[in-house]
């Protein structure tokens, strides 16, 4: 932790619109007036960007505009210029079609909004799955001071008694239906009490999993991840986060100060120990781009190896968010990790503080919630990276999510051509499948959905499902939802679009995971694959014009986070030309 702040007072960014008595400056500070805003306001105090995502199609985040009002109450206190900005807002529940499709797009939005306008330091409000990353690319692109407020995840669901997980029952549910353990009248009720207040998923999903993200990397302040988005601390929250985000400002505290290859590790180890989602992998991995950090699919198999995954939530354990919080929350995660030998302890935060300082007093309330090393859900809880035949750039799998007894698993494969080649084909009686097999799904990547879809957990068939079977492995080039759960090999890479090896897999051929020698292997003969490989021609959707012809021009691999090429990297926010 080698920080300096700089000295303060010195002119800021945001003074080149609204300094000095020249026509250019009278003509931006006297549009700003007519929202009544006295003239001292001006006078060289930082601005903050309050970058909101709020949206009402964006349910998980259809609180955020209490919350924003919270920020700059923060704000004005630590003499700070508050401007509220709503940026692009990429809902997981609503857009096709998939949100992972415009992750870039409102981080390539969200970047220029801070740069052409007079922002000198941001609070990225966010929550929903892609909100969180996107704007972290955004921040590390451009390089101004930048700090995370979540919007907080939603109270626990309930059904007849039953702890509701987001997502993770919504998938146990539709199973039951298929095979016959719940009526379809039951699924409506259960329904009605799966999101019972504000916030975002309640389960260890992405948005949870990004939220302890943003603060294992150490850009938001430590204990925001797991405050309920109603808790009235999550307010207090908010607020802390606004007059923060004034002094780092005046330090220039920024992004890149912060997200050195240490914070990443750490970031790496926290989503093993809390059974994080394998989305985590394409964010970080795209966030380390922004910001030049040599960051690859290795090091999270290196540095996720020894973590044990400690935190009981679903979809690997049984409580959520709630609990979590009630038990110390990230904290005492980050605290444990540091106690192992596992965690830079002088990694920098937001803070000013460095990581082990926030975390070393905090105490474990729940051994149930968070549990102890001996009664870890598993003691290699780190994302997996796959390699072989089948995924020459690699391949990810989440054991805390996955069945044991399928780890080292060989199968005859039953391939998809896309998924709605898998909707048409999956319930039918005929199918030739059983529990044995590899289900194999193409065409679902960064280029080939396009966007990357959550459907690589793909259900499994009915009469598998009725023998009183949950688990099968299964291959694709897709992205799982964090709320999911199963032996699911996921991004694979090259993906089927890019005439990856999965291109070529064929409906008998014999597939090999081997999860311990990381290894995932079609069996064929090497000229076989090779000839199969030479005779591909591509067969995916492709877009002639719009955001879609743009995405799938520049759409990196998953194996290297699926940002835009040309968005990669470090840009900064240097003033530019005045056209007025
Ligand atoms: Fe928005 Fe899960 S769908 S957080």
Redesign the pocket.
């Known amino acids: 932790m080698t920080f300096k702040p700089a000295q303060w007072p010195r002119p800021l960014r945001s003074q080149e619109w609204f300094g000095g008595t020249g026509r250019d400056q009278i003509y931006h500070r006297g549009w700003m007036k007519n929202q009544g805003l006295p003239h001292d306001l001006f006078d060289g105090r930082p601005v903050i960007g309050i970058l909101n995502t709020w949206s009402e199609l964006?349910?998980?985040?259809a609180h955020l505009n209490d919350l924003a009002q919270r920020v700059k109450h923060g704000i004005y206190e630590a003499g700070g210029f508050p401007v509220e900005v709503p940026v692009f807002s990429a809902?997981?529940?609503a857009f096709r079609p998939t949100a992972m499709m415009f992750r870039n797009l409102a981080a390539m939005a969200v970047e220029e909004a801070m740069r052409g306008q007079p922002m000198d330091g941001c609070v990225l409000l966010v929550?929903?799955?892609k909100t969180t990353p996107s704007l972290l690319m955004a921040a590390a692109s451009t390089d101004l001071p930048s700090i995370v407020v979540t919007g907080g995840?939603m109270l626990n669901g309930y059904y007849r008694n039953e702890r509701v997980g987001?997502?993770t029952h919504l998938w146990k549910f539709s199973e039951a239906v298929k095979a016959g353990e719940m009526t379809q009248e039951e699924f409506a009720e259960a329904e009605a009490g799966m999101s019972r207040s504000p916030?975002?998923?309640n389960t260890m999903?992405?948005?949870?999993t990004m939220a302890s993200m943003a603060e294992a990397l150490g850009m938001a302040l430590s204990g925001n991840a797991a405050i309920p988005a109603v808790d009235s601390r999550r307010r207090v929250m908010a607020q802390l986060t606004g007059r923060r985000i004034v002094q780092m400002v005046k330090d220039d505290l920024k992004p890149s100060d912060i997200l050195k290859k240490e914070a990443f590790e750490n970031a790496i180890r926290t989503n093993a120990a809390i059974g994080g989602s394998t989305n985590a992998v394409i964010h970080l991995l795209a966030i380390a781009g922004r910001v030049g950090i040599d960051l690859t699919l290795d090091d999270w198999d290196r540095c996720g190896r020894d973590v044990p995954t400690i935190v009981n939530l679903m979809p690997s354990g049984k409580y959520l968010m709630e609990e979590f919080f009630y038990a110390g929350g990230l904290p005492v995660v980050i605290k444990r990790l540091g106690e192992a030998g596992l965690l830079h302890k002088d990694a920098l935060t937001v803070s000013g503080a460095s990581m082990w300082d926030q975390v070393k007093d905090v105490r474990n309330h729940n051994e149930d919630v968070i549990l102890p090393t001996d009664k870890a859900l598993t003691q290699s809880g780190g994302v997996v990276v796959l390699k072989g035949n089948l995924a020459p750039k690699g391949a990810v799998l989440k054991p805390s999510a996955a069945s044991p007894h399928l780890m080292v698993h060989r199968g005859r494969a039953v391939v998809f051509e896309d998924i709605d080649d898998y909707k048409a084909k999956i319930n039918d009686p005929d199918l030739d499948i059983d529990e044995t097999c590899v289900m194999v799904l193409k065409h679902c990547g960064p280029k080939g959905y396009p966007g990357m879809a959550e459907v690589g957990n793909m259900g499994l068939p009915p009469k598998v499902l009725k023998k009183g079977i949950t688990d099968m492995v299964r291959i694709s080039d897709a992205r799982m939802?964090?709320?999911a759960y199963g032996t699911v090999c996921l991004h694979t890479s090259p993906e089927a679009a890019a005439g990856g090896p999965l291109a070529v897999v064929r409906t008998g051929d014999f597939i090999e995971l081997d999860v311990p020698n990381r290894r995932l292997h079609l069996d064929i003969p090497e000229e076989e694959l090779a000839a199969r490989l030479a005779a591909w021609t591509p067969t995916h959707q492709t877009y002639e014009s719009g955001y879609g012809w743009l995405h799938q021009q520049h759409v990196e691999g998953a194996d290297t986070g699926a940002d835009l090429a040309f968005l990669k990297g470090c840009r900064g926010a240097p003033v530019g030309r005045d056209s007025h």
């Open positions: 964006t349910p998980c985040n809902s997981e529940s929550g929903c799955d995840p987001s997502g916030g975002s998923c999903g992405t948005a949870s939802s964090g709320t």
